[in-house]
């Protein structure tokens, strides 16, 4: 194998985790409550620009960043409440233009409480690349893919063994019969939308020292860790996290051999392509409508 | 329809200075592009994310061919016109296949696609500076000004609500809300729900790109800056906020989510956080949008009164 397209295979998965990451806390979010988050990508810009700021004031990584998780959650949890909530059962026209204006709240804030500017967080163990096949990947980077595996694998344990994450996913199967067997389904919402927006924090905190974070960093992030989930198959763990990876390793791909200006539009035809021959997605549940 | 003729030909006399005709341009543009934009998702059921896309090819198509190519504005607006809907024929039919949030999703996408090759093909479309257009000219005669452009923009506004009620009130517009009732049940009935699906895609298309082609000419040069994804919202939004298969709704949306942006820069930094406010405020609050929701206040209460003189 080439050492460049080792290079892109590892840039592609170390982007491609991030938006694994994105893609479940869409697909925990929908799973619950059909709705899709469009505000999911300001969950990762604040986990950085939070981090930035703790550190900024003196706090240790070790502080400022479960400090940072913690507040992209509350956010999260004050979103549910506050904007979800008051709007169930309306239409999915209204939801998607609730959660978008949530995200273009939450952007305006947070362009008040920081400002608009490029920022950078310290690696979180150094920048000395370290060659690995002829290719070269930051450490970083290895955090990254590193603590994305150790994610799934604690989502995988939570969702299977214990009974809240058994909830979570009775509901997403059917809200009725779960709260038939005595599932608080609204506290299961809620906690869905804190887990989501942590998820997106911890995202946002691992890419900020590879490329910086910024107050609308938010938006291409959130986009296509949306194109990811619905790659995927949307609702389904296993997909987003798989749709994820494949998303980054074929846009860096492309990037490389194709045409890096097209970098973006990249993410965006493969999402046209799999809705149109493939739309729900490649773990998707393969649905019939009832009449 | 006599209301809204009355409007714009009274509206003049509370436009004092030509900042406030601008203002008034715009939301008569803006109204235009709703207008076909509700057709497709108040009364077909659909959604579209990337309406901005539709609006920008008319922008840059008028554009690039009466300024890069000096072709005369009409000809240049009629052929993106053609262009765009043929786009849209192509494009509708694989992409109205789909429901939901697929359906946004994809057509997110288009827009997005649309975006970036307008902003990365700078030789023909200026990158994100974008170009500069020559003003719209009819034969000999140079319309310029906003006093002139309110009358133009206005009168086309008519036309395009006229289209739009005519269009709902025939039987394509009676199938369409069958299809938005039911898609299987319509079926059943013998309507082809894709058929009707992408022609009123289609025609949603042209009413933004003969908008977006007006735009350009107007405002004398376009940037990408209005073919965004949070452009597409700002229309949906206006549509949904005005209310839902409402022309008229549709028209208010336009004018009030229009005029917003002018009166929060008193908010300064503020500006967005309050916008994103209002969104979800209104969505809700108002569901159902301002038009119906207004309306159905006016029904109960004249109910109640009703069921008040016979109980007395």
Redesign the interface.
């Known amino acids: 194998m080439s050492a460049q397209f080792m290079q892109y295979l590892l840039t592609g998965l170390t982007v491609g985790a991030i938006y694994a990451l994105v893609a479940l806390g869409f697909s925990i979010i929908f799973n619950a409550s059909h709705v899709?988050n469009f505000a999911q990508g300001e969950f990762v810009m604040i986990g950085g620009m939070a981090t930035v700021s703790l550190t900024a004031s003196g706090l240790p990584y070790l502080l400022a960043i479960p400090l940072a998780i913690v507040a992209a959650a509350l956010v999260g949890l004050a979103l549910e409440k506050f904007?979800v909530e008051?709007?169930r059962g309306?239409?999915?026209?209204?939801?998607?233009?609730?959660t978008?204006?949530?995200?273009?709240?939450?952007?305006?804030?947070a362009?008040?409480v920081w400002d608009k500017n490029l920022h950078a967080l310290k690696p979180f163990t150094g920048d000395t690349p370290i060659a690995v096949a002829g290719a070269t990947i930051l450490p970083q980077s290895m955090w990254v893919l590193g603590v994305t595996l150790v994610i799934v694998l604690a989502l995988t344990w939570f969702f299977g063994r214990t009974l809240l994450g058994k909830a979570m996913l009775a509901t997403s199967h059917n809200h009725l019969a779960a709260q038939l067997v005595g599932i608080n389904v609204r506290l299961v919402l809620f906690l869905s939308f804190g887990l989501s927006a942590a998820l997106g924090a911890i995202a946002g905190i691992l890419i900020a020292p590879i490329t910086t974070t910024s107050y609308d960093v938010g938006?291409m992030l959130g986009?296509k860790g949306?194109?990811a989930a619905?790659l995927g198959g949307?609702g389904s763990g296993v997909g987003a996290v798989i749709g994820g990876l494949v998303l980054g390793i074929a846009e860096t791909m492309s990037a490389g051999y194709l045409s890096s200006?097209?970098k973006?539009?990249i993410a965006?035809?493969i999402?046209?392509a799999v809705?149109?021959f493939m739309?729900s997605g490649l773990f998707g549940k393969r649905g019939g409508?009832r009449? | 329809m006599a209301a809204l003729a009355t409007v714009i030909a009274l509206l003049p006399l509370a436009l004092s200075n030509n900042y406030f005709y601008d203002i008034a341009v715009l939301v008569g543009l803006n109204a235009i592009v709703c207008v076909g934009l509700n057709l497709l998702?108040g009364y077909a059921g659909q959604?579209s994310?990337g309406h901005a896309g539709f609006f920008g090819l008319g922008a840059y198509g008028s554009a690039i061919l009466a300024s890069r190519y000096g072709w005369p504005p009409l000809a240049a607006m009629l052929t993106t016109t053609l262009a765009v809907a043929a786009l849209a024929f192509v494009v509708g039919r694989?992409?109205l296949r789909?429901k939901?949030?697929?359906l946004?999703?994809?057509t997110?996408?288009?827009g997005?696609?649309i975006f970036?090759?307008i902003t990365?093909e700078d030789k023909f479309t200026g990158g994100p500076d974008g170009i500069a257009v020559v003003p719209f000219r009819i034969g000999g005669l140079v319309l310029q000004g906003e006093r002139i452009w309110y009358w133009l923009v206005g009168a086309l506004l008519l036309v395009a609500v006229w289209l739009a009620l005519n269009l709902i009130e025939s039987p394509m517009g009676r199938a369409l809300r069958a299809l938005h009732g039911s898609e299987?049940g319509a079926e059943v009935v013998g309507i082809n729900a894709a058929d009707h699906k992408v022609m009123v895609f289609v025609i949603s298309a042209v009413f933004a790109s003969v908008a977006g082609s007006l735009a350009a000419h107007y405002s004398g040069f376009v940037t990408p800056g209005k073919v965004t994804?949070?452009h597409s919202?700002e229309l949906?939004?206006m549509v949904?906020f005005g209310g839902?298969a409402s022309t008229f709704g549709a028209v208010v949306g336009a004018a009030v989510l229009t005029t917003l942006p002018q009166l929060l820069t008193v908010f300064k930094?503020?500006?967005?956080?309050?916008?994103?406010?209002?969104?979800?405020g209104t969505?809700?609050f108002l569901?159902r949008g301002v038009v119906p929701s207004l309306a159905r206040l006016f029904q109960t209460g004249r109910r109640r009164d009703a069921a008040k003189e016979d109980g007395a």
């Open positions: 899709i904007a008051p709007a309306a239409s999915v026209v209204t939801l998607i233009i609730i978008i204006g949530a995200s273009i709240f939450l952007r305006g804030l362009m008040l938006v986009l949306f194109a619905i949307m200006a097209y973006d539009v965006f035809v999402i046209l809705l149109f739309p409508e009449v | 998702i959604i994310l694989p992409i789909l939901g949030h697929y946004a999703m994809a997110l996408g288009l997005v696609i970036m090759v990365t299987v994804f949070l919202i949906v939004t949904v839902m930094d503020y500006e967005m956080m309050v916008f994103g406010a209002v969104m979800m969505m809700i569901p």
